[in-house]
Nanobody, 117 residues
C-alpha cells in the first residue's frame, strides 16, 4: 500500500503562484510514476502533470509553460509549482502514484486550489 498526502492548496488571485506537495509513504517498490490530476466542479478528473521514475515528464497542454512538476526521490515527494494561475485552474488537485506490478493507482485525498479573477 501507498499513502499520499497533499498540501499547499489555497486561494490565490489570478496571476499568482502556488506550490503543491505530495508526501508518499508505504511500499514505494514498483511505483513507476507519480503525478497530479485535477477535478473542477461538474467536470471529469484530468491529468495535469506526471513524472516517471526515469524522469520523463508530461504536461496537459493547458498548463505547459506555467506549471512545473518535480520529485525528490530521497524524500518520496512530488511537487507541482504553479505559476501564472488562471481562474480556470480552480479545482481539487489530487496526487497519484502508479504501481506497475500488480497494476494499481493510488490517490491522495485532494487539496483545493481556488483562483480568483
Amino acid at each position: 500500500q501507498v499513502q499520499l498526502v497533499e498540501s499547499g492548496g489555497g486561494l490565490v488571485q489570478a496571476g499568482g503562484s502556488l506550490r503543491l506537495s505530495c508526501a508518499a509513504s508505504g511500499t514505494m517498490f514498483r511505483i513507476s510514476a507519480m503525478g497530479w490530476y485535477r477535478q473542477a466542479p461538474g467536470k471529469q478528473r484530468e491529468l495535469v502533470a506526471v513524472i516517471s521514475i526515469s524522469d520523463i515528464i508530461n504536461y496537459a497542454d493547458s498548463v505547459k509553460g506555467r506549471f512545473t512538476i518535480s520529485r525528490d526521490v530521497a524524500k518520496n515527494t512530488v511537487s507541482l509549482q504553479m505559476n501564472s494561475l488562471k481562474p480556470e485552474d480552480t479545482a481539487i488537485y489530487y496526487c497519484n502514484a502508479e504501481r506497475s506490478t500488480p497494476r494499481f493507482t493510488f490517490w491522495g485525498q485532494g487539496t483545493q486550489v481556488t483562483v480568483s479573477s
